[in-house]
């Protein structure tokens, strides 16, 4: 089993574009999340899926937007990147519900100029 | 709200002694807690969970928390410390309401380990 897996590792970005980062699991979890990292803070939630359909926001959701492709996959986009949304992005995956561990992808280190 | 602390940026130790990452938290009523590693360039790695039970548990690489509910602290231990337990260590605690708080974790802010040889 891969786990959590996400692309790109890396991407430099100019403010304005546009771009997707994706994630995928296979151990048949059931929630999804995005959080961001930034030094000192500690990981943020952006977004989760609770289950296949759902989406809801985190903690910091302004400037993303997500969809849950299916079971396996969740994505992150960013319409417009902001120099402020420069971060490393973490994807993560659990069965379900908040006593449940959570698995975490590799991250996509995220520089917008 | 919710809150976690690590009030230690950094926590140096030397190899073979003990070492002690604490963590404070802030809900109402019985929290689940956990704790995470981050190596350099990577994803974190799920240590050990309290839910419910015995205060004292144990976890990978000879981690162990003891939940202190009168002191509202999980701090991690491991009696004899390594090289390469070096690394971002993340305390992290579980809303306690259900409904659509699906796992959704508050993240402490980070404590760096580094043991030296």
């Known amino acids: 089993n891969a786990g959590v897996t996400q692309t790109p590792k890396f991407q430099v970005l100019k403010t304005g574009q546009s771009m997707t980062l994706q994630c995928a699991q296979d151990?048949?979890?059931?929630?999804m999340y995005w959080y961001r990292q930034d030094p000192g803070m500690g990981l943020r939630l952006i977004y989760y899926?609770?289950?296949?359909?759902?989406?809801d926001k985190g903690e910091v959701p302004n400037g993303y937007n997500v969809s849950r492709l299916n079971k396996r996959e969740f994505s992150l986009r960013l319409e417009s990147a902001a120099p402020s949304q420069t971060s490393v992005y973490f994807c993560?995956?659990?069965?379900?519900?908040?006593?449940?561990?959570?698995?975490f992808g590799p991250g996509t280190r995220l520089t917008v100029l | 709200a919710q809150s976690v602390a690590q009030p230690e940026d950094q926590v140096n130790v030397a190899e073979g002694n003990p070492l002690t990452v604490k963590c404070t938290y802030s809900v109402s009523g019985n929290p689940y807690l956990f704790w995470y590693v981050q190596y350099p360039n990577r994803g974190l790695q799920f240590l050990l969970k309290y839910i419910t039970g015995d205060n004292l548990v144990k976890g990978s690489y000879g981690f162990e928390a003891e939940f202190n509910k009168s002191q509202t602290s999980f701090h991690l231990k491991k009696p004899s410390a390594l090289v390469s337990d070096s690394a971002l260590y993340f305390c992290a605690v579980s809303p306690l309401r259900g409904g659509t708080s699906y796992g959704k974790l508050t993240f402490g802010q980070g404590t760096i380990l580094t043991v030296h040889p």
């Open positions: 899926s609770a289950s296949e359909g759902t989406t």
């Open positions: 151990m048949n979890h059931n929630s």
């Open positions: 993560a995956s659990s069965l379900a519900g908040r006593t449940d561990t959570q698995y």
